[in-house]
T-cell receptor
Framework: EAGVTQFPSHSVIEKGQTVTLRCDPI?????LYWYRRVMGKEIKFLLH????????ESGMPNNRFLAERTGGTYSTLKVQPAELEDSGVYFC???????????FGSGTRLTVV | DQQVKQNSPSLSVQEGRISILNCDYT??????FLWYKKYPAEGPTFLIS?????DKNEDGRFTVFLNKSAKHLSLHIVPSQPGDSAVYFC?????????????FGTGTQLKVEL
């Protein structure tokens, strides 16, 4: 089966611009998660979808971040406007059941200059 | 406030010897712990986990030990192989009331030398 796919793999944008990251989970996985790793630090939880509903968005840093999962399939994470501190690697993961068998994607490396 | 800590950013071990990676946590509500391995330009991959009702879990060359009173866990890799060179993340969660959220440490870069 295909794994979790994220694109783009890299994105370099200027401060103040908008960027949209996309995640395609494993087919049939109802649970989808977004995490972020800022350079050298821990991987931090951003939010969790169950199908198209936001189950937990306690990790979203501020209202410049907007995540959607229309139709319960792929998800997008939009950052608008981007700030320098938003730079990092954004990981998406999915799981079939409510459990810890996460499969992570390879991540999107976002650089804001 | 970092609830999961990996105080060693790097570890170097010779091939065939034991690698011991350590992790401490502060939140006593955590009841499930996991180790993930990450190669460059890839996402983390699940390695091994342990529930708080156990103190040891073994899977092939990998063993995780949990000391609840000390809020400490460790991952032992025996024997270490060059392909084990990667960043290892410790993660913790609450099975009850914690949803599916994982709290990660900052990672330890393991280098297994020939």
């Amino acid at each position: 089966e295909a794994g979790v796919t994220q694109f783009p793999s890299h994105s370099v944008i200027e401060k103040g611009q908008t960027v949209t990251l996309r995640c395609d989970p494993i087919s049939g996985h109802d649970n989808l998660y977004w995490y972020r790793r800022v350079m050298g630090k821990e991987i931090k939880f951003l939010l969790h979808f169950v199908k198209e509903s936001k189950q937990d968005e306690s990790g979203m840093p501020n209202n410049r971040f907007l995540a959607e999962r229309t139709g319960g399939t792929y998800s997008t994470l939009k950052v608008q406007p981007a700030e320098l501190e938003d730079s990092g690697v954004y990981f998406c993961a999915s799981s079939q059941a409510r459990g810890y068998g996460y499969t992570f994607g390879s991540g999107t490396r976002l650089t804001v200059v | 406030d970092q609830q999961v800590k990996q105080n060693s950013p790097s570890l170097s071990v010779q091939e065939g010897r034991i690698s011991i990676l350590n992790c401490d946590y502060t939140n006593s509500m955590f009841d499930y712990f996991l180790w993930y391995k990450k190669y460059p330009a890839e996402g983390p991959t699940f390695l091994i986990s342990i529930s708080s009702i156990k103190d040891k879990n073994e899977d092939g060359r990998f063993t995780v030990f949990l000391n609840k009173s000390a809020k400490h866990l460790s991952l032992h890799i025996v024997p270490s192989q060059p392909g084990d060179s990667a960043v290892y993340f410790c993660a913790a969660s609450r099975l009850t009331g914690g949803g599916n959220k994982l709290t990660f440490g900052t990672g330890t870069q393991l280098k297994v030398e020939l």
